[in-house]
């Protein structure tokens, strides 16, 4: 008989908090564990060779602890890692296991969202580079036309709580008007870090009222619930206890410190080295 276990999140550093605490919203009864590469983070600069080696690791880590569903709560991940895993390594040593990205979500709808079809991405990197999201929103909406625009300062501006500072708002301004410059009909802007909720206020107001920003965690949420409907198969094999453990490949003090500027609450974290 196969064992159920928890909900697996997994992410190179603390913005997949973001999108497991929108989950957690619309999926409650759930028991869900954590994981944070925060050790080798960020992701985002790395080569996509690095990024699949790091996140094959953290995902066999949460099957290794009884997860048979494992979200890849961040863009890089799910850019340049998560097709080998599902193609490679599922089929041939987990193929009752599965591991769900945060793109695929956000391209399926983001082409109804958009009235002009000029739509604006902001990203890592590594994650403009993959060009992940031009391939699925072509699949998906092939009408619409994506700008990109990599912010490179932003994840360790808001890991070391600096994005409100001189040099935080000298970068998001940045980046924003560059985007804006290169698409001027954008309508609909992407964030597609999963740390850009926490500066989501502020790019807001460097943007012209109609332009819309779609912020990851809650179609992700909701698209996690309607796979869960469509697979009873998978959701059987999903814990209900409504517990959640955080994991970190760093600091368990630093991690539950810094999670509460993401999470808005306080926890308590463990250390774990990845198998």
Not at 72 to 94: D, F, G, H, V
Not at 234 to 255: M, N, P, Q
Request: proline fraction near 5%; aromatic fraction near 6%; charge should be negative.
């Amino acid at each position: 008989m196969k064992k159920a276990g928890p909900i697996g999140v997994f992410d190179s550093g603390y913005g997949g908090l973001t999108v497991l605490k929108e989950i957690r919203k619309e999926l409650p009864d759930y028991d869900y564990l954590y994981l944070g590469d925060n050790a080798r983070s960020p992701y985002g600069t790395r080569s996509s060779d690095t990024v699949y080696h790091y996140t094959r690791e953290g995902v066999q880590t949460l099957f290794s602890l009884g997860c048979s569903l494992v979200i890849l709560a961040c863009n890089t991940a799910s850019a340049k890692a998560l097709r080998n895993i599902q193609q490679e390594q599922l089929p041939s040593l987990y193929p009752e296991k599965r591991v769900l990205g945060v793109i695929r979500p956000t391209t399926e709808i983001v082409g109804n969202l958009s009235k002009t079809k000029q739509v604006g991405l902001l990203a890592t990197p590594g994650t403009v580079a993959s060009r992940a999201y031009d391939v699925e929103i072509q699949r998906f909406s092939p009408k619409v036309t994506l700008t990109s625009e990599a912010c490179p300062m932003r994840v360790p501006l808001i890991e070391n709580h600096e994005q409100q500072s001189e040099g935080g708002d000298y970068f998001i301004r940045q980046h924003v008007q560059h985007l804006m410059q290169k698409g001027e009909n954008i309508d609909t802007i992407i964030l597609a870090c999963t740390h850009y909720p926490l500066i989501q206020n502020q790019i807001k107001k460097l943007l012209p009222e109609h332009v819309q920003l779609i912020s990851q965690g809650e179609i992700v949420a909701k698209s996690l619930a309607d796979y869960l409907h469509r697979h009873p198969e998978i959701e059987a094999l999903c814990t209900k206890g409504t517990t959640c453990r955080y994991l970190t490949t760093e600091s368990s003090t630093d991690f539950s410190a810094s999670a509460s500027l993401f999470l808005g609450k306080e926890i308590e974290a463990e250390h774990i080295e990845l198998v």
